[in-house]
Each structure stands twice: as C-alpha cells, then as structure tokens.
C-alpha cells in the first residue's frame, strides 16, 4: 500500500536523520513503528504523510508516485496523520470537529458510532469545545474520532498515548485493537509494549535506518531481548 524506495532525509543545516530507507507498510495491518528517540520515526511519519519533503528517494501509495505531492493533496488521496499534541480548536464544538473531517453533516447516529468508536458518550461530548477544558485522554479520543470521520484508506498516529492518564491509555489500546479487527491500515508511533503488543507488524527504526520489520511474532523476541519496551538496536539479522 505504502513503499518507500531509497528515502532520506537531511535537516536544512545539515545532518542526516532518515538514511536510505527502503519499505512497505502492508494494507489492511496495524503496523506499530518503534526504536530509540531520535531514531528517525516521526520523520518518518511526516514523509508518508506529505509534513516534510524528502530529501532523495521515492514515495508511493497505492501504486501513484506521491513523493512531490504536499501534505493537502495526500490527504484527498487517503492519508490521514494524527499529531502527537492535538490541535485545540475554541468555538468549535466536538460535532462541528467531526462534521468538517467527514466534509458534510452528520446525524445522530452517526456522531454515536464516530464517538461510541473511541469510548465517549455522544450526549455528553458533541456539543464540548475542543479546548483546553477537555482532557489529555478526550482529546486524543476526539482527534481519532475525527480521523475516523474523514474514511480514508490510511491513518497514521504519532504517539498516541503522549499526555494521557493510565486509564485514558488502557481505552485508546482497545480503541486501536477494534479498529484493528476491522482492518483499518494504521500506523502507531509507539514505544509502549501494549500499544506492540496489538500490532500485526512491527517496524523498527534506529539511526535513521531500518533495523527490523516484519509480523509482531517475529520481532518480538528481539524488542523482549533489548532495553525496552520499544527499543532494539540492531535488527534480527545483525542479532543472528
């Protein structure tokens, strides 16, 4: 669904962060990306979903070259991307929220299965501000929910459990594993072992490198055997 060819990325003054990369994210997977910060993951992120521009190499989405597309255009095309600090909008209420993500307007029953989806209540949150009044964990739910709204073929987090309570956290991992079982294609930048722990693959990036990819069954053992949760120097073959 998603392929990467010989990608890069060097920051304006120097210093490369994402160092030849070459790799797919599989359709229909939850695919947990990993490793040690300032590896290089939300770099990552940010090149798939059009936020940076690379600096060599070729990105592509279901078969279409997107690499000079910018972060608008990807969008329209089916790639949404949820920062790791939501954004927080005064006067605009959680349906209002919703109801621009989906591009049109929105009856109960369907703010009721976009809120059911990340564990609100819809009487209680759709007329809400998405202010500085709603939690950590809410407006983390809120963002997702509005990533759901918007239907497109991939949706990428970026750390998702950032600022949140251990409860909101312990919703946002059943979150992820239902929209698991419907076979979303979900990127999770993560190092939390039971956010891995959902994952159908897991992709590991140290260095600005790929050090390990593959099922969570196999990479697994490597992310056990390391620091973490999340960490792993060195892929399965260096390991070997």
């Excluded at 669904?1 to 797919?24: A, H, Q």
């Excluded at 095309?77 to 909008?89: A, D, K, M, N």
């Excluded at 963002?143 to 990428?156: D, H, M, N």
């Amino acid at each position: 669904m998603i392929r990467l060819e010989n990608v890069s990325w060097t920051l304006p003054e120097g210093g490369d962060i994402i160092k030849n990369i070459s790799l797919t994210i599989p359709k229909g997977k939850l695919t947990v990306v990993t490793g040690p910060n300032g590896g290089g993951k939300t770099t990552l992120a940010k090149l798939i979903a059009g936020l940076e521009s690379p600096s060599a190499g070729r990105i592509w989405f279901m078969g279409q070259d997107i690499t000079d597309l910018d972060v608008t255009e990807r969008a329209r095309l089916g790639i949404s991307f949820g920062f790791q600090t939501p954004v927080r909008f005064k006067g605009l209420t959680v349906q209002e929220l919703l109801e621009i993500s989906a591009g049109r307007a929105l009856d109960f029953d369907a703010l009721c299965d976009l809120t059911g989806k990340v564990g609100l209540c819809t009487v209680d949150y759709v007329d809400r501000e998405v202010d500085a009044r709603l939690s950590g964990g809410e407006i983390k739910r809120v963002e997702i929910a509005s990533v759901l709204a918007r239907g497109t073929q991939v949706s990428i987090f970026d750390e998702p459990e950032a600022g949140i309570d251990m409860w909101s956290f312990r919703g946002l991992v059943d979150v992820f594993n239902e929209l698991k079982q419907e076979k979303m294609t979900l990127v999770i930048i993560s190092h939390q072992q039971r956010l891995i722990d959902v994952a159908d693959e897991i992709l590991v990036i140290s260095d600005g490198q790929v050090r390990d990819q593959g099922p969570r069954d196999e990479v697994m053992p490597g992310l056990l055997a390391g620091e973490i949760a999340g960490y792993c120097p060195v892929g399965r073959k260096e390991r070997a």
